[in-house]
C-alpha cells in the first residue's frame, strides 16, 4: 500500500475525536465557534493518527475560500446541456456573495477516473462541495470525505438519509405535465423518461405513470427512455413512432429531449400540436425559440444551485445533521402542448 493510500483521512480523525467530520473539518480549518473540549479532542485525534504532519500546513492557512462544483457527466455533455451552466450561475453568484470562489470539477463515467477527484476534494483544496449530474450506477465514494457536501437532486441508491441535498418535485410536476394531455383529450400518451439511475428520471417517470394509471391508462410500449440530451430524444422520438403510430402526445422528461423529439416529429411529418403535442420538463430559455415554442414544466435551476450553496454555507458554518429541501415545479404553457 502506498504512502498516499494508507494516510489517515478526516473522517478517521473525526472517529477518533467522536465528533462528526463537520466538526473535525471546523476545527482544521480554524472556525471559531467550537467548544475548547472539542477542540482539543480533535487536536489529539489528529496528533495520534499523524494527521497534522500531512495537514499542517492547510491547518496555519484556514479556509481555502473554495468550493468545488463537482459535475459527474463527460465534458462535451456539461457544455451541451445548459441545465449544468445555470446551476453554476446560480452558485457561483451566491458563493461571490460571501467572498468565496467556485472550482469547477469534472467526473467522467468510468471507475478510473472518480480517485482523483475524490483525492483532490479529500486534499485540502477546498472548504466543501455541491454535486450534480449524480448517477446510481458509479456513486462517487464520498462517505469518507471530510468536507461538507450537498447535492442537487436527491441521491441514488437509497443513500439519502446520509447526505445533504436540494432537490425538487419531480413527480408533482411530471404528473401535472401528463394529465394536461388527459384533460385535452390526448388518448394515446406517451413519455421519452430520464435515465432510471438518477433519481430525476426515476421520479418523472413515476409522476407520469400515476398520471395514466388514475386516468386508466397505461400501455409499456408508450415509454422509451433517453439520456436527457437532444440526440437521445430524438431517436427515442423515431422508436416511438415506429412502435406506436397513434401516439398523440409526448412527455419528454426534459426540455433537451423534448427538442429532440420536435425535430423528429418534423421529419416524420407530424404536426405540434396537430397531431402530437409535446412537453417538456425544465424550463430552459430555448424552450421559448423552438418551433412551436415548448410547454415545460419549469424547475427553479438557478435557485437550485443558490440553495445549495446556502445549506452548504450553513454546513460550513456549524449547523449539524443533513439538510434537505424540495423545490415546487411550475407548468408554462406555450404553443407545442
Not at 471546523?26 to 477542540?39: E, H
Not at 460550513?316 to 445533521?321: D, I, N, T, V, Y
Amino acid at each position: 500500500m502506498s504512502f498516499a493510500e494508507s494516510r489517515p483521512t478526516l473522517a478517521d480523525v473525526a472517529r477518533v475525536a467522536g465528533v462528526s467530520t463537520a466538526t473535525a473539518s471546523r476545527v482544521l480549518n480554524g472556525f471559531p465557534r467550537v467548544r475548547p473540549q472539542t477542540r482539543e479532542q480533535v487536536e489529539s485525534a489528529m496528533a495520534a493518527l499523524g494527521y497534522a504532519r500531512h495537514r499542517a500546513a492547510r491547518a496555519l492557512a484556514g479556509p481555502t475560500g473554495s468550493v468545488a462544483l463537482v459535475v459527474c457527466e463527460e465534458v462535451p455533455r456539461l457544455f451541451a446541456d445548459p441545465y449544468f451552466a445555470r446551476v453554476a450561475a446560480g452558485a457561483g453568484r451566491a458563493l461571490t456573495g460571501v467572498g468565496l470562489q467556485l472550482v469547477l470539477l469534472t467526473v467522467p463515467a468510468t471507475e478510473d477516473y472518480q480517485a482523483p477527484v475524490v483525492r483532490y476534494l479529500d486534499g485540502g483544496h477546498v472548504d466543501g462541495a455541491l454535486v450534480i449530474g449524480m448517477h446510481g450506477r458509479r456513486p462517487l465514494d464520498l462517505g469518507r470525505l471530510g468536507i461538507p457536501v450537498v447535492f442537487g437532486g436527491r441521491p441514488a441508491c437509497g443513500r439519502e438519509g446520509r447526505f445533504s441535498y436540494v432537490d425538487v418535485d419531480n413527480r408533482g410536476g411530471s404528473r401535472r405535465a401528463t394529465q394536461r394531455f388527459l384533460d385535452a383529450g390526448r388518448h394515446t400518451v406517451a413519455t421519452i423518461a430520464g435515465p432510471q439511475d438518477m433519481t430525476a428520471g426515476v421520479d418523472r417517470l413515476l409522476g407520469y405513470r400515476q398520471a395514466v394509471s388514475d386516468a386508466g391508462h397505461g400501455d409499456r410500449g408508450l415509454v422509451v427512455f433517453g439520456d436527457f440530451g437532444q440526440a437521445s430524444g430524438e431517436h427515442a422520438t423515431a422508436r416511438l413512432l415506429d412502435r406506436r403510430p397513434n401516439v398523440d402526445a409526448i412527455f419528454a422528461a426534459s426540455d433537451m429531449m423534448a427538442i429532440g423529439a420536435l425535430r423528429a416529429l418534423r421529419r416524420a411529418g407530424r404536426r405540434v400540436p396537430g397531431d402530437v403535442a409535446v412537453i417538456g420538463f425544465d424550463g430552459l430559455p430555448i424552450g421559448r425559440r423552438t418551433d412551436p415554442p415548448l410547454t415545460t414544466v419549469r424547475q427553479p435551476i438557478e435557485e437550485m444551485g443558490a440553495r445549495m450553496t446556502g445549506e452548504l454555507l450553513a454546513m460550513l458554518g456549524g449547523s449539524a445533521g443533513p439538510r434537505r429541501a424540495v423545490l415546487d415545479t411550475e407548468l408554462v404553457a406555450r404553443t407545442s402542448g
